[in-house]
């Protein structure tokens, strides 16, 4: 079973401050995608990265797929409280669109 | 807007109770996808289809089984419900973007076994 790791768990902070969550496996994903999920909702997909070393830019979030395929990151410049939720990496194998999600990252923004 | 649905929000059953999830999807896909969710433990695949009357085990399917007779309808059965299958059930479908699969879920069953 592929795993992926997502770091930190959780994450407090203030509006305004800059963050970056981390997501990592020793395997090599097709794709890898990036989900926001706020409570009694289900996941959102924020955006989706196939070609290593691939950055992409929505608005404040920035998100890179590593050289390898095999991780990936999130960051949040300027946090604010609509930031608020659980961010979620996810790996494609290839197989019919099956995904391997990581365990979360909990993010709450203060102001 | 892709839209998915699912029967209930909340479900509360009583233990060795027949219990039926129900997913419907509004936009052709193919893919259809349960998954459980649990604190810590993230989203973990239960079973998944990719055609009208195909299915496949995911990655926890022991106390599940699954139906598709129709495209746009993905049920999940728990036969004999058990207090430790309370949890979130989060149903998806996908589409192929691009070169990547891109998934939509609904909003999620919290189930509460007794």
């Known amino acids: 079973t592929q795993l992926l790791e997502q770091s930190p768990q959780f994450l407090s902070i203030q509006e305004g401050e800059n963050l970056t969550v981390y997501c990592n496996s020793s395997?090599?994903?097709?794709?890898l995608q990036w989900y926001r999920q706020e409570p009694g909702e289900g996941p959102v997909l924020l955006v989706t990265?196939?070609?290593?070393?691939e950055v992409k830019k929505l608005k404040r979030l920035t998100f890179q797929f590593g050289d390898a395929r095999k991780d990936s990151s999130l960051h949040i410049t300027a946090a604010q409280p609509g930031d608020t939720g659980l961010y979620l990496c996810a790996g494609e194998s290839g197989t019919a669109s099956k995904l391997t999600f990581g365990t979360g990252t909990r993010l709450q923004v203060t102001l | 807007d892709v839209k998915v649905t699912q029967s209930s929000r909340y479900l509360v059953k009583r233990t060795g109770e027949k219990v039926f999830l129900e997913c419907v999807q509004d936009m052709d896909h193919e893919n259809m996808f349960w998954y459980r969710q649990d604190p810590g433990l993230g989203l973990r695949l239960i079973y998944f289809?990719?055609?009208?009357?195909?299915?496949e085990k995911g990655d926890i399917p022991e106390g599940y089984s699954v139906s598709r007779e129709k495209k746009e309808r993905f049920s999940l059965i728990l036969e004999s419900a058990s207090t430790n299958q309370t949890s979130m059930y989060l149903c998806?479908?996908?589409?192929?973007?691009?070169?990547?699969?891109?998934?939509?879920f609904g909003p999620g069953t919290r189930l509460t076994v007794t």
């Open positions: 990265v196939v070609t290593g070393g």
């Open positions: 289809s990719y055609d009208v009357k195909m299915k």
């Open positions: 395997s090599v994903f097709s794709s």
């Open positions: 998806a479908s996908s589409l192929l973007a691009g070169i990547a699969y891109e998934q939509y």
